[in-house]
């Protein structure tokens, strides 16, 4: 099995910046396409960024030119900046990976905090 841990949540002032490192453990090198999504209260889970094995990272318009995803497969991690946050850039971040190169995959991590306000 693949155990995912977010890190790095927090508060944060509008236009100051955060990085969400996420971990991987477990049988991950059937990994193919990992990401990052979100979920504000009230609303449904959303993609925020993703990035496969094979082509470049996809962002939601939301977020594009102000955050970024990368990953270190040496490290096990994948990490997401951001950068100019934006109240509603509040959310729960989760990170999620799975073994298509498409698609939402099956696991998930317990989720972390952002929370932007003044």
């Known amino acids: 099995q693949v155990h995912l841990v977010e890190s790095g949540g927090g508060l944060v002032q509008p236009g100051g910046s955060l990085r969400l490192s996420c971990e991987f453990s477990g049988s991950i090198f059937n990994i193919a396409r990992m990401g990052w999504y979100r979920q504000a209260p009230g609303k449904q889970r959303e993609l925020v960024a993703a990035i496969s094995r094979i082509d470049s990272p996809n962002y939601a318009d939301s977020v594009k030119g102000r955050f970024t995803i990368s990953r270190d497969n040496a490290k096990n991690t994948m990490t997401l900046q951001m950068n100019n946050l934006k109240p509603e850039d509040t959310a729960v971040y989760y990170c999620?990976?799975?073994?298509?190169?498409?698609?939402?995959?099956?696991?998930w991590g317990q989720g972390t905090q952002v929370t932007v306000s003044s």
């Open positions: 999620n990976a799975g073994a298509t190169l498409v698609g939402v995959g099956a696991y």
